[in-house]
Nanobody, 121 residues
């Protein structure tokens, strides 16, 4: 009953910007950490940025200074502002959230379906 829906992907030129958004919907008790991962063809999925919901953020070295993750806890959303995009950023971007479906303080990882980001001249 829990869904994570990403939006905002697309085609952009190098140096351009995109903003990805992810909204959690369905029945659940709480959300702990939320973050973004990406996977390019032939490569493993890698962490891009995370936010613990307590204000602590973490970024991959490759995106530090260019990407910004933000949370809107009231609306159960997480966004990723991507600036100064490079061709190396081309990948499918996935939203992940640690969601507690019940009030027992147990959390599980939920993944969105992914959204394509293509950076090309």
């Amino acid at each position: 009953q829990v869904q994570l829906v990403e939006s905002g992907g697309g085609l952009v030129q190098p140096g351009g910007s995109l903003r990805l958004s992810c909204a959690a919907s369905g029945r659940f008790f709480s959300i702990r950490a939320m973050g973004w991962y990406r996977q390019a063809p032939g490569k493993q999925r890698e962490l891009v940025a995370t936010d613990t919901a307590g204000g602590s953020t973490n970024y991959a070295d490759s995106v530090k200074g260019r990407f910004t993750i933000s949370r809107d806890n009231a609306n159960n959303t997480v966004s990723l502002q991507m600036n100064s995009l490079k061709p190396e950023d081309t990948a499918v971007y996935y939203c992940k959230a640690e969601i507690g479906p019940l009030s027992n303080r147990l959390f599980y990882d939920f993944w969105g379906q992914g959204t394509q980001v293509t950076v090309s001249p």
